[in-house]
């Protein structure tokens, strides 16, 4: 019997995590499915534990592959899949065992190209629901699929710049269902970390959604992200973060060029380099990052001198942010690199314990 869903899981170096990640896709509802597991050359005991699963499950497919990336163990995963449609599951997360028979059927009974749904993050002790401010069920169609999701794909405009939590929370891929012709049809994959550092989920959908009809928002959480994992490819000290977040803006800034995308796409971008000192702030007082902390503040006040940095911080207009983010990126904007290291103190310590 053919498949209605491949799912595609990258694995490298995950054996605490992965029987729970197979457990909540073989306990799924919707029972027709193509599981790819690609063991992207793990040391752990990954491999041999999936083969495990595999022998128990037919529908696991399990590849094992030299390492080469997480990218590359889910293009390698696009090519193997059979089915109609195509999901991604990072291995150190899981999903409600509704999960793919919700945003399947919806995409049948809708003809959506995209199908998303939000997902819960887990810290171990306890869970935060990623809310988004938008009804049980929003439809995108044709021209507003650019002008709304597009866009935002790339960066916030006016009042989505009050959330700058809510950045990347829609170029996740592990909370979407994609149509495997939308996807081939237009030789979307994911570029290699080793080039952008992180988002290239955000840019695999920037590309995705480009081509895309419609797309189909389920305001529910079907899907846990695992928070506590560091040796995840979103944890961990980046000390090169800043430059390969530079190639990210190249290719979102070319593509916008390319495809002759509206004005409006290119304050979206600058925005998002403005908002995104958060990120790489994050990531220099993380607790990877060993250097003293006199180190740490140095190389904040060396990221808020960048040029591009500090040019895109001249256009951008924070009057709708909270008085506490309007004084987060003032300190950024006007480069008190001791006030903007206080603060990242303060909302790291408040993102891991505030349940």
């Not at 094992?64 to 990072?90: E, K, L």
């Not at 955000?202 to 305001?219: C, G, M, P």
């Not at 006040?301 to 003032?330: M, P, T």
Request: charged residues 25%; contains cysteine.
């Amino acid at each position: 019997m053919k498949p209605k869903v491949s799912i595609v899981v990258p694995i490298y170096n995950v054996a605490p995590y992965l029987e729970r990640c197979l457990d909540s896709l073989t306990s799924q509802t919707l029972e027709e499915l193509e599981i790819i597991a690609v063991n992207d050359g793990s040391t752990d005991g990954s491999g041999e534990l999936l083969d495990r699963y595999a022998a128990k499950d037919k529908r696991i497919v399990a590849i094992h592959q030299p390492n080469g990336g997480v990218s590359a163990a889910r293009n390698r995963g696009i090519r193997s899949a059979t089915a109609d449609y195509i999901g991604f599951v990072d291995p150190d997360d899981w999903t409600e065992r509704e999960m793919y028979a919700e945003l399947y059927h919806t995409a049948l009974a809708e003809r959506a190209d995209i199908v998303m749904c939000t997902y819960i993050r887990e810290f171990g002790t306890h869970g935060k629901e990623k809310r988004f401010p938008l009804p049980e069920k929003v439809s995108y169609e044709n021209e507003e699929v650019q002008a709304k999701l597009l866009r935002r794909l790339v960066g916030p405009l006016q009042d989505e710049i009050a959330s700058p939590e809510y950045l990347d929370a829609w170029g996740t891929v592990w909370s979407k269902l994609y149509k495997t012709s939308l996807i081939r049809d237009h030789q979307v994959e994911f570029i290699d970390l080793h080039v952008v550092g992180t988002n290239e989920d955000s840019l695999f959908n920037i590309h995705a959604v480009y081509h895309a009809r419609k797309f189909v928002f389920l305001n529910k959480p079907y899907y846990h992200y695992w928070r506590v994992n560091s040796g995840s490819v979103t944890s961990g000290y980046k000390p090169d973060l800043k430059d390969k977040w530079f190639e990210l803006y190249g290719f979102i800034e070319r593509f916008v060029e390319e495809k002759r995308l509206p004005p409006e796409f290119r304050q979206a971008l600058n925005n998002r380099i403005c908002l995104n000192t958060l990120g790489l702030g994050l990531n220099t007082i993380s607790a990877g990052n060993k250097a003293p902390a006199l180190t740490k503040l140095r190389r904040l006040r060396g990221i808020l001198n960048d040029g591009r940095i500090r040019q895109s911080f001249k256009q951008f207009e924070s009057a709708s942010c909270s008085v506490i983010w309007r004084l987060f990126y003032g300190c950024a904007r006007f480069r008190w690199a001791l006030g903007f290291y206080c603060m990242l103190l303060a909302i790291d310590w408040l993102r891991r314990t505030v349940k």
